[in-house]
């Protein structure tokens, strides 16, 4: 069993007392998303998603779905994140969510947890809005 094998295997052990797991990812629901998102998710990941569970596991079981199969329940997902902050001009005109950071847990108060996809090395990042006065251009 390889190192990555092996922390999927302790993430499910500690994942299956969550009660908000939400089922694993079929394939073609990863590649949908992935095709929306823009780019592929990091393999850890795609196999956190696709074999533990789509969201409702890890810290305070929050781990955001990353897309939704029932969109009327109005679920928060990851790519419903991105999507929104992605969008140019959105709600902050004067300020641009960077390109492949994908929020993956909402911290609450505006803070998410976020991976950055595009990175080499895969960078776990904070948004932290609260922590700046002004512009939402420090916080990045």
Do not use: H
């Not at 990555?4 to 694993?24: C, F, M």
């Not at 305070?60 to 790519?79: H, Y």
């Amino acid at each position: 069993m390889n190192n990555i094998e092996a922390l999927l295997e302790q993430v499910r052990a500690t994942a299956a007392e969550s009660k908000n797991l939400q089922d694993p990812i079929d394939s073609k629901s990863l590649a949908d998303a992935e095709q929306k998102l823009g780019f592929r998710l990091p393999p850890l990941l795609a196999a956190l998603y696709a074999t533990v569970g789509n969201g409702g596991f890890g810290p305070n079981d929050a781990l955001l779905e990353l897309c939704d199969a029932d969109p009327s329940d109005g679920t928060d997902t990851a790519l419903g994140e991105y999507l929104t902050l992605a969008i140019p001009g959105g709600t902050a005109p004067w300020w641009r969510w960077p390109a492949g950071v994908l929020p993956i847990l909402d911290w609450g108060c505006g803070r998410l947890a976020c991976v950055d996809c595009q990175s080499e090395d895969e960078t776990v990042l904070l948004f932290e809005p609260n922590a700046i006065e002004g512009e939402y251009v420090a916080a990045a």
